[in-house]
């Protein structure tokens, strides 16, 4: 019996350490995600601080630039010009999707034609969460949530019949409203800063690293909530603890 136990045991830690490994060094089942991370040298611009380790391409980080791209026809200047220091942010925030291996924690599995994952209330630092709405809240925009609802008759994103195009401080009142509703939940607004370890930056100084392999260790290990599924090693694992029992 005790050596029952002790094989239960060692087979569960095994499993919650597949399961932790499974969040790790991760790229989303996604559009324009590569399969598996690494090196890219020739990252563009707001995407170079992931050159070491990436899940994005060159091309991708390119188009991420681009005020409309071939990635998802995106238009930023659907209610007029965005602002370039407005641009930037939503160049960071286009880069971390794309180009992140640490999102692995927030990974969830979707039905939708264009991926079959997404990232959901991935822990923003409150730094970086509020000088997007601060840069940003004078910009115009006609939606809160820009997933879904434009028209695409264009084969751009149009804003749909009946919306007018308003400052983003009244589309969006706080920098809670804007980086959690703009993208389905992908974000959560946190009061965590970036000396914390826990909380993901958008852009960052690759000369001192990547700050978000620390935090994505720390939510993949149980230290926080994440949205990512079980790992599916786990009933294996289990399975011959459960043929022991009599």
């Not at 094989?7 to 559009?31: F, I, P, T, Y």
């Not at 409309?68 to 641009?87: A, D, I, P, R």
């Not at 960052?204 to 079980?230: C, I, K, M, Q």
Request: charged share 20%; glycine share 6%; proline share 7%.
């Amino acid at each position: 019996m005790a050596g029952r136990r002790t094989l239960v045991g060692l087979l569960l830690a095994l499993a919650a350490v597949a399961a932790k490994e499974s969040k790790l060094n991760v790229c989303m089942d996604a559009k324009h995600h590569k399969i598996q991370p690494g090196p890219e040298d020739n990252l563009h611009q707001q995407c170079t601080p992931w050159k070491t380790n990436a899940c994005c391409t060159a091309n991708t980080s390119h188009a991420a630039h681009q005020d409309v791209s071939y990635l998802y026809n995106f238009n930023w200047n659907h209610c007029g010009t965005m602002s370039e220091k407005c641009k930037r942010h939503f160049i960071q925030d286009t880069c971390l999707y794309e180009c992140s291996p640490n999102l692995g924690p927030w990974i969830k599995k979707v039905d939708q034609s264009w991926r079959k994952e997404r990232i959901l209330y991935v822990p923003l630092c409150i730094e970086d969460c509020e000088a997007w709405w601060a840069d940003c809240q004078d910009d115009m925009t006609c939606k809160s949530n820009w997933h879904k609802g434009w028209d695409w008759s264009s084969g751009q994103n149009r804003c749909p019949k009946g919306s007018t195009c308003q400052s983003m401080k009244r589309v969006f009142p706080t920098p809670k409203d804007l980086c959690e509703k703009i993208w389905s939940n992908s974000y959560k607004h946190t009061t965590l800063t970036k000396d914390s370890g826990r909380c993901i930056q958008m852009w960052f100084d690759a000369r001192r690293g990547n700050p978000n392999d620390r935090v994505a260790r720390y939510y993949a290990g149980g230290g926080g909530p994440s949205a990512a599924s079980p790992s599916p090693l786990l009933p294996a694992l289990l399975l011959p603890a459960l043929l022991l029992r009599p």
